[in-house]
């Protein structure tokens, strides 16, 4: 059963990306603006111009450059930078290294606030408890991240000097140093998310409370807390896995706007910089690569639940 529901889900998630680099590659070559022209300048002359096209690729019909961009990518050949001229891969790997740990950092942070939140808010349903948690997750989910990032920035980097206001140290500087230079940017991602999760982990659990096993594991002797967490917890994690997944997903994919802020060197900077040089390989490329993670991700999720909740797997 889990291997039938496992491939079913696989079968999806291959055409998802078939249908996802046809989307992102029309979407990115019908932008105005030609990247020959962008390097070359206005006046530029029409054989220099034909001659870099060439070069790069750009004389072949979509149908091809789109077959041999994904060709290329099946194989890990993520083509050319235009604007660098260096293989879209080695850029991606170095990119990879500094949006990957954030996501990762950014994600344990949200799960350790919010799960510990939502079973109090849930384990005190009404109470002062509750509220006050409740009302911190409402600020949370309003406050902007890039707005908080800022505030960050200005409180520990800039009045207490605890943080560097941007940049990366990179991880040939130890550990302890590149962390560092994350957590920032970090807690900017953590924190609305984790607002998020709370008020999902707390739906979950209430929704639990009403069950017949709970009443029984209540009528043993438990209090509402302890029922939660010994038997509630496992029930309720479905909604809250969906959650996880597509904040890793976003912390993931949609970064850019705190890599700006923090000048980290990661994806989603990589991607607003070919952006604005016009460097469609790359960009077609990265966003690609994230849609993947994005996907993936979702799959693993899918087994997650599966996992949890054997009636998934049954109805295959």
Not at 99 to 110: G, K, M, T, V, W
Not at 133 to 153: D, H, K
Not at 207 to 224: I, N, P
């Amino acid at each position: 059963m889990m291997l039938r529901y496992a491939l079913k889900r696989l079968l999806s998630l291959l055409i998802s990306l078939a249908i996802a680099s046809l989307v992102i590659f029309t979407v990115i070559e019908v932008a105005p603006g030609d990247p020959a022209s962008f390097m070359l300048g206005i006046n530029a002359q029409e054989d220099t111009l034909a001659a870099l096209r060439t070069e790069l690729g750009l004389d072949q019909t979509k149908v091809q450059r789109y077959l041999a961009w994904v060709g290329g990518m099946v194989q890990g050949d993520f083509g050319t930078s235009y604007q660098y001229r260096t293989p879209v891969a080695e850029m991606i790997g170095d990119r990879l290294w500094v949006s990957l740990p954030l996501a990762l950092y950014a994600l344990i942070l949200s799960t350790l606030i919010a799960f510990p939140a939502g079973i109090y808010a849930a384990s005190r349903r009404g109470k002062a408890g509750d509220i006050g948690v409740m009302g911190a997750t409402q600020i949370g989910v309003a406050i902007p991240n890039f707005w908080f990032a800022m505030m960050l920035v200005l409180v520990f980097a800039i009045n207490l000097r605890w943080f560097s206001a941007g940049g990366f140290a990179g991880w040939d500087e130890g550990i302890f140093a590149a962390l560092k230079s994350l957590t920032l940017p970090a807690i900017a991602l953590a924190l609305p998310q984790a607002a998020i999760l709370a008020r999902v982990m707390r739906s979950a659990l209430l929704d639990v409370l009403g069950e017949d096993f709970m009443r029984t594991a209540r009528a043993k002797g438990l209090s509402r807390g302890q029922a939660l967490r010994r038997h509630g917890l496992r029930n309720a994690m479905i909604p809250v896995l969906t959650i996880l997944g597509l904040q890793f997903s976003f912390l993931l994919a949609g970064g850019i706007i705190i890599e700006q802020v923090f000048y980290l060197p990661g994806l989603g900077r990589l991607i607003f910089q070919s952006i604005s040089a016009r460097d469609l390989i790359v960009v077609e490329s990265v966003t690609m690569l994230l849609v993947f993670a994005v996907i993936v991700v979702n799959f693993a999720v899918d087994l997650a639940y599966a996992a949890v909740d054997p009636r998934l797997r049954a109805r295959t």
